[in-house]
Structure formats: structure tokens, C-alpha cells
């Protein structure tokens, strides 16, 4: 769980390894989970973590929860848990999460960056050591960082739709065999706006030229 603050939630890492029945880490936020629905943040996972956060006082009442468009973060069940605590909650637009969740968009990726550099080194591929090199680099992301999502993200930024209109052009830079045409196109098209007057701006073209 990110706060926009910058803070983080406490560590929840799910296993089916049945050795693992306590937190076994040295922060004293970790949870270790013995997942019963396989993999991943089933239902009862999900809900377990919510009641987890709540009781900690990760989540308290007057608190807004942005949320992806899982079938578990929409159960009623879910969702009962939130409003019985007067905690509102909100999805992000569907198909947009990737871009729009400081989670997808940044921190998931520092995460996995941290832990294979840590993988490449200690070469230990045992359940423990990888719920100890995944805590490690969940911990390790500043919050400086954390809060540079959400802006990023545009979730607590000034203008949110100039921000919105560089998370759509993210990645949207052509491939080296077509970038000569691309060029050509931009350049054809920045001559109409300059004689229709068309201003241009607002899509900063000229960056990509």
C-alpha cells in the first residue's frame, strides 16, 4: 500500500509454503500470508489485509482508497469492510491503471529492479530468501520516491491535465525503422499549424521532432 505522503503500508508477502505461519521479518510491519487460494490476492487474502490495515491504523476513518479494477477490490465483501469504517474508496478509470496507479506506473517496477539486483547477487532462489530480498527493496524505495509517484501519476499535481496528457504519450515513441517517417509526419504537420495558425502547444510536438 503507497500513501501519497510518501509513506508505505505495511509489507504483505503471500505464500503456500506452510513453514512460514509468522511474520519473519525485522520490520515489525511485516505480514506473511499462507495463501489458501493459490496465488495472488484472492478474496479472502485481499479482505485479510484490509482488516490488517485497519486495525494498525494504516486506514482510518475520512480516508480515500484508489483501488484497480480487480474482482476482489470490488467485492461487496470488500467494500462492506471499507464504508462499515467510514473509509470511502474509488477505482482507477479501467484500463488506465497501468498508467494512472503510482503502484504500476513506478513503484512496482523500482521493486523488481532492487530485487533482481539482488537476486544476481546472492544467487538464492529458496522461499525465504526471496521474501527477504522482496521486503528488503519494499522498504529500501524512499519516500521521497513514493510521493514523486503520486505526482507523477498526476493524483496530487497542480495541473492533473497536463500531467494526464504526458502519462498518455509515455512510451509512445516509434520504433527506429519507422522513426524517419514519423519525423516527416510531425514535420508536414507542424508546417499546417504554422499556416493555419494552429497552435501547438498544448501537444509539445516540437520535443519529439
Excluded at 45 to 56: M, W
Aim: with cysteine; aromatic share 12%.
Amino acid at each position: 500500500m503507497l500513501v501519497a505522503d510518501g509513506s508505505v503500508g505495511p509489507f504483505y508477502y503471500a505464500t503456500k509454503d506452510k513453514k512460514f505461519t509468522e511474520p519473519i521479518f525485522g520490520h515489525e510491519n511485516g505480514i506473511v500470508e499462507i495463501s489458501e487460494e493459490g496465488r495472488g490476492f484472492g478474496g479472502k487474502s485481499f479482505q485479510k489485509y484490509l482488516k490488517e490495515l485497519i486495525k494498525k491504523k494504516y486506514l482510518i476513518a475520512g480516508d480515500l482508497v484508489l483501488l484497480d479494477n480487480e474482482s476482489t477490490f470490488k467485492s461487496r465483501v470488500s467494500q462492506k469492510i471499507l464504508t462499515d469504517h467510514s473509509i470511502d474508496f474509488k477505482h482507477y478509470p479501467s484500463g488506465l491503471g497501468s498508467i494512472t496507479n503510482p503502484c504500476d506506473n513506478s513503484f512496482n517496477a523500482a521493486l523488481k529492479h532492487s530485487f533482481y539486483n539482488m537476486m544476481a547477487v546472492k544467487n538464492d532462489t529458496s522461499t525465504q530468501a526471496k521474501m527477504s530480498m522482496t521486503e528488503k527493496s519494499y522498504w529500501q524505495i524512499s519516500d521521497k520516491s513514493v510521493h514523486n509517484m503520486f505526482r507523477h501519476c498526476g493524483l496530487i499535481d497542480k495541473d492533473p491535465g497536463k500531467q494526464a496528457r504526458i502519462l498518455l504519450r509515455e512510451g509512445a515513441t516509434p520504433i527506429y525503422r519507422k522513426l524517419k517517417i514519423h519525423q516527416r509526419q510531425i514535420a508536414r504537420f507542424l508546417q499546417w499549424a504554422e499556416r493555419t495558425g494552429f497552435d501547438t502547444k498544448q501537444f509539445e510536438i516540437k520535443r519529439l521532432v
